[in-house]
């Protein structure tokens, strides 16, 4: 009797299992977590084994083609938490396992689309006949297949975006002038592997063959005497690059040395690993402080209980900034290693990597790997591979790491947990890695460490519900006192009071800087039109006078966030988002360290100088060159409007030219390493102005840094969307704690027009507990998370008028769905349109539904072209 098995295919938006049996030469090399090939309808597929079934539910069940991988590639908690995913998200199974593999080994079916060898006399008959003329988006197609050839699907895709070319091609290729084939295409990835040579001949007898490798006096024998006497000195095979370095040989030569038995040449395997050249000083533990001490007492106890087998609520571990969460991160992660298990360390963004690799790398060498998107496929492929077979013991990265598969998990650290970033938006499964979290630690019997100065409301509110064990470090724990006189040697500050004072174990701390408001409104009436305010003004003049560094925090980028006529009113608007472009200069001042070129290089071009000016949408990535002249009435009077990042930049420069400035925004940061390369010419002094956007608020340790400057606190906080107040705060709070980390000191000014706000005020007080108590009640009074579930339903479609009868048609089905099932306490809010209300030339309607499990009304109902987000970070 064979053996049958339940498969999830990968095919986007086919959920569910399907049961297969194994053929006879797989039984008992097939378990659950196996990646395969399988039939399905007229398709080649991937798939993951679920589980193993003891009868089909189908009568005839087809046969797994081929196990892809002898090793299985997601662990059995993984495999829960793949379900867990889907029915919380409600999202499709093979949407969640593409999350657990890496790209490359992952591959979808695919179609491939090619014009057939009768085109010429069918689309002439076409032409000249009754029927009706091809469409601009079938000719589109054609001409496409025409000059680059047979092309899949997700190819065509990228090459026409935003064509519905799929309902064009139908009648093509039913007219027989386009044919197609399913194609599933083979992994990407492979194991890399170098040609390597060895020493094949006793190490004694070389001499006597030295003078024999080629004809006296030549370069030839000189190479090959030199290779010989290099792989004398070696144990073993070597990479033949490295040979090549140390001889000036070639394989040539490698070649002449194998045929006389002298030299064996064969293959090895390496490890692509992104690690490998990075630079860190080992590091010896510091002492805890008390508070930190029960913190880590708490989760140690936790962990051993984890370890026994019995659940553990996750851990809401609420710091200052600078209170030494890292710390008590790494104590964890030691201890998970000690006992033999693994670790998962998350941070919200790619910018924050280099800074926390290099703690963990001080404190575990060899075990830690590195997970993220900016990684080149082999690295990632190798990376993953390292820690399936438990060679890694800690993984670090952001949201991507978390599905690393670690065969022997015991800890989950979610640093940063209130960020936004941990929300995957782009695509299906819609999920926030904090949940996921939460429940991966609950089905893999690991603990969940959550981190942040500024734990969101939902968070902060199961913590205080019992849901969460709550620990506090409420002191800023800068240095230890070797570190703090360290510092004020190399700073010449000997003589000069510390602004740090004695806590503990010979641990020294400070308080939170001191924040000042700046009325904006009082500064224009003052006469000052510039961005900056008089005192925003000083201190910036005070740093760089002292030799000391700066932070400019601004929420946006560009030069100008929109570009108005005076005459008509008219404000330029992307063609396929209708929102305002924003003004993008790329002119580099004088000052300026330019990372396109050398380290460090500076340009002799004056502030004034402007080139490749041009109008960018921020959402599609539409550009265009900036008018001369208003298109709509032709007015000279066009102008930007609104402040950037590059025009803090630029007002920098202007008023302060001697200031070394550094721009940290999506703009600059594209390339890979670009991050790493922005962090260390700031901390080596290279610059004193670091001028960026929320990047700089995500937990970075600038000891230089003695004040930051808010140049408009208000940003972001009259958004129609309820997380709107918790994300200013968030933000204002996390960026004003990257000032006063060193014995220098530090403040911070927030310029606002609104500096009554209660927001404004709690960031400046570091006052997260009135903050949260306001909110908290401002959020019941509503009936927003944590006090109820949010579910929301997208549509999109090219014409306004389809996107809004299917809105209203759906509503009208939800409403009776409610209705039916008798659900009073849940709430339809809409059909609307959305905040942003057209992006890529995509017109978007949504419906919000509110209540206690708004999801179960829609878990398995088929909502074809509907985008459903559970829970989602905001309602724009």
């Known amino acids: 009797m064979p053996s049958y098995v339940e498969i999830a295919v990968n095919l986007p938006q086919v959920s569910g299992g399907f049961h297969y049996h194994l053929p006879p030469e797989m039984e008992g090399r097939v378990a659950p977590g196996h990646l395969v090939e399988v039939p399905f309808g007229k398709q080649r597929v991937q798939g993951v084994v679920l589980r193993a079934v003891a009868e089909p539910a189908v009568a005839e069940t087809r046969a797994v083609l081929e196990l892809i991988d002898p090793e299985v590639v997601l662990t059995l908690p993984q495999l829960a938490l793949v379900e867990y995913l889907s029915e919380s998200t409600l999202a499709p199974l093979s949407a969640c396992i593409s999350l657990m593999l890496p790209a490359g080994l992952n591959q979808m079916a695919d179609v491939c689309y090619q014009i057939s060898n009768q085109y010429s006399g069918i689309s002439q008959q076409w032409k000249t006949g009754s029927r009706q003329p091809m469409t601009a988006a079938q000719k589109r197609l054609l001409d496409e297949l025409g000059r680059r050839g047979p092309l899949l699907g997700r190819q065509i895709d990228h090459a026409l975006p935003h064509l519905d070319w799929r309902a064009a091609s139908r009648l093509l290729i039913r007219r027989g002038l386009i044919l197609t084939n399913s194609v599933l295409p083979p992994p990407s990835v492979q194991p890399k592997s170098v040609h390597t040579a060895q020493l094949a001949c006793p190490p004694q007898a070389i001499e006597s063959h030295l003078p024999n490798l080629g004809r006296a006096g030549t370069k030839a024998l000189a190479r090959r005497q030199v290779i010989m006497r290099f792989l004398q000195r070696e ?18 030569d490698l070649r002449f040395l194998a045929e006389r038995g002298l030299v064996s040449l064969g293959e090895s395997q390496v490890w692509r690993d992104p690690l490998a050249s990075l630079d860190f000083l080992p590091l010896d533990p510091p002492q805890l402080t008390k508070e930190q001490a029960s913190a880590w007492e708490a989760i140690r106890s936790g962990m051993q209980a984890a370890a026994a087998g019995r659940f553990v609520p996750p851990f809401l571990l609420h710091g200052v900034t600078g209170s030494g969460k890292t710390e008590i991160y790494l104590q964890a992660v030691a201890e998970a290693i000690h006992s033999g298990r693994q670790a998962i360390i998350l941070v919200p963004e790619i910018a924050l990597t280099p800074q926390t690799v290099r703690r963990f790398l001080s404190r575990f060498l060899g075990q830690v790997g590195l997970v993220h998107s900016g990684l080149s496929a082999g690295e990632r492929y190798d990376t993953w591979r390292r820690a399936r077979l438990g060679q ?39 999920y926030h890695a904090r949940q996921a979290a939460v429940a991966y630690a609950r089905l893999a019997g690991a603990v969940c460490l959550l981190g942040s100065a500024t734990p969101d409301l939902v968070s902060r509110f199961q913590a205080n519900q019992g849901s969460y064990q709550s620990l506090h470090l409420p002191e800023r724990i800068l240095a230890h006192r070797q570190a703090v006189q360290a510092q004020m040697e190399r700073l010449a500050l000997q003589g000069q009071p510390s602004r740090y004072r004695p806590l503990e174990n010979q641990a020294e701390t400070a308080d939170l800087p001191p924040v000042s408001i700046v ?20 201190a910036l003049r005070r740093v760089l006078d002292n030799k000391q560094q700066a932070i400019l925090f601004l929420n946006r980028r560009g030069m100008a966030t929109y570009v108005f006529c005076r005459d008509c009113g008219q404000s330029l608007l992307c063609p396929r ?75 920098v420069q202007e008023m302060f030219p001697q200031a070394r400035t550094l721009r940290w925004d999506y703009e600059t940061t594209r390339k890979k390493g670009a991050h790493d390369l922005i962090l260390s010419h700031f901390i080596t002094q290279r610059a004193d102005v670091l001028i960026g956007t929320q990047m700089l608020a995500k937990g970075l340790d600038l000891p230089l840094v003695t004040l930051v400057g808010v140049v408009l606190a208000d940003v972001g906080l009259n958004l129609p969307d309820y997380h709107a107040a918790e994300r200013t705060f968030q933000v204002l709070t996390q960026v004003a704690g990257r000032a006063g980390r060193s014995p220098l000191g530090g403040e911070v000014i927030l310029q606002t027009f609104q500096p009554d706000h209660y927001v404004i005020q709690a960031a400046a007080g570091h006052d997260y507990a009135g903050f949260y108590a306001r909110e908290l009640e401002h959020r019941r009074q509503l009936g927003y998370p944590p006090f109820n579930q949010l579910v929301r339903l997208e549509f999109r479609h090219v014409r306004s008028s389809q996107a809004e009868s299917a809105a209203k048609e759906l509503a009208a089905q939800i409403d009776s769905w409610l209705e039916t099932s008798g659900r009073r306490a849940t709430q339809l809010i809409g059909p609307v349109p959305c905040f942003y209300a057209r992006l890529n030339g995509l017109y978007r309607w949504q419906i919000i539904l509110r209540g206690p499990d708004p999801a179960s009304l829609l878990r398995g109902r088929q909502l074809a072209n509907w985008r459903i987000e559970v829970n989602p970070p905001n309602l724009l």
Request: hydrophobic share 30%; aromatic share 8%.
């Open 235 to 252: 144990t073993g095979p070597v990479d033949v690059s490295w040979v090549y370095a140390e001889s000036g040989g070639n394989l040539a």
């Open 577 to 651: 988002c209708d929102t305002p472009l924003t003004y993008h200069n790329s002119f580099i001042p004088q000052g300026v360290l330019s990372l396109a070129g050398a380290p460090g290089l500076k340009t002799n071009a004056s502030p004034q100088t402007r080139q490749g000016a041009a109008l960018t949408c921020h959402h599609c990535g539409y550009q265009r060159k900036m008018p001369k002249s208003c298109p709509s009435c032709g007015s000279a009077h066009i102008r930007q409007y609104g402040t950037g990042t590059e025009r803090v930049e630029a007002a």
């Open 519 to 538: 009325d904006m409104r009082l500064e224009l009436k003052a006469g000052n039109r510039s961005i900056f305010s008089r005192a925003l003004q000083q």
């Open 392 to 430: 890694l013991g800690v993984v670090v990265g952001p949201r991507s790491a978390l599905f690393t598969p670690m065969p022997a998990l015991g800890l989950i650290v979610v640093d940063e947990c209130h960020d936004d970033s941990y929300y995957q938006g782009e695509g299906l499964p819609y």
